[in-house]
T-cell receptor, first 117, second 112 residues
């Protein structure tokens, strides 16, 4: 696609429910990133994928968070048993390739705004 | 570890200049600069690579001091459209390559 596409754009869910956030990266981009941004805060790294594998999952806040990527394309971030502190914008980004000295531009999607009530 | 940005906020009049700094405690391979307007996705401004290569917009300039692990973004003759939050993202080496860690952001406000 022309840009990174995320869905849903907005999600209101009840505490304790599970949610799935989807990211469709730019066609041909092998690297995919998930970040979280709470209101007025910076960009918190969650996880990134090189192809279908995730070499660094250290940013996932708890075991309620998981992510997968299939076919080297679409990625899904799943939050189980949502809590109010999970409310944030979840940003997905992709880049052409990965690796040292890659210097590839990372393109962000518009984000999925999650509100847990 | 998260890079540290300074200042946290800047207020300018149109036409004035500003410098935003980003520093890291880790050896860096690249520094990325983004601008985010309220309610929008971050937008790419510039990449600075170890070794001196830069990629970015013609009207944006930045520096990368590899020895000090510091980068600075220079905004000259500011325009109203420059307002937003500026983030630096750093890519460290070793097992962290490919992982971009962002600073807390610098809020820039340009007034007429």
């Amino acid at each position: 696609g022309a840009g990174v596409s995320q869905s849903p754009s907005n999600k209101v869910t009840e505490k304790g429910k599970d949610v799935e956030l989807r990211c469709d990266p730019i066609s041909g981009h092998t690297a995919l990133y998930w970040y979280r941004q709470s209101l007025g805060q910076g960009l918190e790294f969650l996880i990134y994928f090189q192809g279908n594998s995730a070499p660094d999952k250290s940013g996932l806040p708890s075991d309620r968070f998981s992510a997968e990527r299939t076919g080297g394309s679409v990625s899904t971030l799943t939050i189980q048993r949502t809590q109010q502190e999970d409310s944030a914008v979840y940003l997905c980004a992709s880049s052409l390739s990965y690796g040292q000295f890659s210097g590839n531009t990372i393109y962000f999607g518009e984000g999925s705004w999650l509100t847990v009530v | 570890q998260q890079p540290v940005q300074s200042p946290q906020a800047v207020i300018l009049r149109e036409g004035e200049d500003a410098v935003i700094n980003c520093s890291s405690s880790k050896a860096l391979y690249s520094v990325h600069w983004y601008r985010q307007k309220h309610g929008e996705a971050p937008v790419f401004l510039m990449i600075l690579l170890k070794g001196g290569e830069q990629k970015g917009h013609e009207k944006i300039s930045a520096s990368f001091n590899e020895k000090k692990q510091q980068s600075s973004l220079y905004l000259t003759a500011s325009q109203l459209s420059y307002s937003g939050t500026y983030f630096c993202g750093t890519e460290a080496g070793g097992t962290s390559y490919g992982k971009l860690t962002f600073g807390q952001g610098t809020i820039l406000t340009v007034h007429p």
